[in-house]
């Protein structure tokens, strides 16, 4: 085999290596029913339930917060975030958040708020805010 052909066949290879590893870790956008059905991490849209309560106790454990919200299907769960509350997190018109349920609760490993912007009316502001791995 000429050295050309063993170089592109290489190529090619991690090209294929590179692409299905890309897709492995990509996760897909769901409802809290379809986390229900799977162990997979997925991206989950809705909105905060500003009738219950927000549960955040700093002196107590500062790396808890739990809130409740619904999908954009109408199904509400218990979200578990382990991380600290996000700064003005009750303005936030919609929520996308990133992780798996165990049990009935939803644990968020990511917050992604959409709020209003405060400068303008039309524009919307995005924070997002990632949890705080767990030290063995």
Do not use: W
Not at 52 to 81: P, Q
Not at 117 to 122: F, I, L, M, W
């Amino acid at each position: 085999m000429k050295k050309s052909s063993i170089f592109g066949l290489v190529v090619i290879a991690i090209a294929i290596a590179v692409i299905i590893s890309v897709y492995s870790n990509s996760s897909t956008y769901g409802s809290f029913g379809d986390a229900t059905k799977t162990n997979s991490e997925l991206h989950i849209v809705g909105h905060l339930n500003k009738s219950k309560e927000l549960f955040y106790d700093a002196t107590k454990d500062a790396n808890y917060f739990s809130f409740y919200m619904k999908d954009n299907k109408g199904e509400e769960r218990k979200v578990i975030f382990t991380g600290t509350k996000p700064e003005d997190f009750e303005r936030s018109e919609q929520l996308v958040l990133t992780g798996a349920m165990v049990g009935n609760e939803f644990h968020a490993s990511k917050i992604l708020m959409k709020c209003p912007s405060k400068y303008t009316q039309d524009k919307i502001e995005v924070t997002e805010v990632k949890a705080k791995q767990a030290s063995i």
